[in-house]
């Protein structure tokens, strides 16, 4: 059985910082492609960041420069450094793990950023 368990959310003031994580199991997570996405009350989901088997990354365009992704391949885990959150941050984030067609998503874990 897949899945894939986030943690790390909660509020947060503007400026501030959380690290979420994502730890899977039922998969070999090594040569998986693990994404983050977000999506907002009323808004589409969003990619945020996403990370390759070989550790290449990739950011969403508001997230870039503030957001930093990476992977624990012992531990089986990827994680989501947010930096410099703002208001507008606010969502609900997934993990999700891709190989080829295979795609495999968390249950979300709510961020929110407000004082």
């Known amino acids: 059985q897949v899945q894939l368990v986030e943690s790390g959310g909660g509020l947060v003031q503007p400026g501030g910082s959380l690290r979420l994580s994502c730890t899977t199991s039922?998969?070999?997570?090594?040569?998986?492609?693990m994404n983050w996405y977000r999506q907002a009350p009323g808004k589409q989901r969003e990619f945020v960041a996403g990370i390759g088997d070989g550790g290449t990354s990739k950011y969403g365009d508001s997230t870039k420069g503030r957001f930093t992704i990476s992977r624990d391949n012992a531990k089986n885990t990827v994680y989501l450094q947010m930096d410099s959150l703002e208001p507008e941050d606010t969502a609900v984030y997934y993990c999700?793990?891709?190989?080829?067609?295979?795609?495999?998503w968390g249950q979300g874990t709510q961020v929110t950023v407000s004082s």
């Open positions: 999700n793990g891709q190989l080829n067609k295979l795609t495999y």
């Open positions: 039922g998969i070999t997570f090594r040569i998986y492609a």
